[in-house]
């Protein structure tokens, strides 16, 4: 098959675009993605899937939250053996794969890159499109516009006005938050994990004041954007998870940030495809049973309760703006 000779042998994944008139065009049914409802990545995709109504355009498989293989990722993700044998996860609904590398050897049998989601695939060209979900969340919220009803498609969470403050934002937002909690968490010295915890603590109290300044209810004011789905794969595991599983404790984002708290209230409960996409006991037991360096006895913490509580505060000028004040943290925001 061409795209196997065009791509034998990669690392890079696959990087193609859903588009009008292009390689991969607009077609209901014909697109299928791969996901696990604990990665935070996978999330955005899966999250826009359920923002744009694509929950019937693009079908869907899920893999178990663990195991996750060895440290080499090997063999990787495994979907269960039926639909009823851990909630929330699927067979693999394409092929019937027992492991989610037995995809990626479809579309390449020399793929030597590792066996990640999110993962979009052609059933009519029978390869991958796709498996950065940082490219997906551009594209894919306009993909299918001609598709779907105009209350969907009218909603541009990367809107012309606001693209070089989203492109600021993500910048930093990607670096220090998004993928800032793992450099933390998996830190292996006390000196990296001084490193990696300050800078999400920076990028938190960063979050708060933006999103404090412009009013809310979304970070950029009452408009919706693409950085509200970044930020939200992030902030719906921090209490939950990278509080106590990856060491970043100098602050709940429940108790020491009423502002993001109180916009994460407004997500879960307020935006459809939030609440729908997110699956608490998929999150806790993906990082606590698939990271023996750091749980190595496996033991999944019952709290915090809940896991995201009620009660949006539409006026954010009653809310206090809070912040972790640790010097560092100061020190490390004022250059951001």
Known sequence: MTTEIHKAGTADGWHGAISPGGEFPPEAGRYHLY???????????????????????????VVLPYPKGDDKGWPGWKFPASDSEYEGATVDHLFGSQYLHEVYFKADREYKGRYSVPVLWDKKTGSIVCNESAEMLRWLPTAFNSLIPEEK???????????????????????????????????????????????????????????????????????????????????????????????????MVRWDYPVISNWLKKMYWGVEGCKESTDFRHIKENYTKS????????????GPYPNIEEGFEEYLTKLRVGKINLPAVLEYQSKM
Not at 185 to 199: H, K, L, S
């Open 35 to 61: 996901i696990g409802l604990f990665c935070p990545f996978a999330h955005r995709a899966n999250l826009i899937r359920y923002i744009k109504g694509l929950t019937s355009i693009i079908s869907l498989s």
């Open 153 to 251: 498609a009218s909603i541009d969470l990367y809107p012309p006005p606001l693209r070089s403050q989203i492109d600021q934002i993500s910048e930093w937002m990607q670096k220090d938050l998004n993928s800032g909690v793992y450099k933390a968490g998996f830190a292996t010295t006390q000196e990296g994990y001084d490193a990696g915890v300050v800078p999400v603590f920076a990028a938190l109290n960063k979050l708060e004041e933006l999103i404090a300044s412009n009013g809310g209810p979304f970070i950029l004011g009452n408009r919706m954007t693409e950085l509200d789905v970044r930020a939200y794969a992030t902030v719906i595991r921090f209490d939950v998870v990278y509080v106590q599983h990856f060491k970043c404790n100098l602050g």
């Open 291 to 302: 990271h023996a360096g750091i749980n190595p006895h496996a033991i999944t913490p019952m």
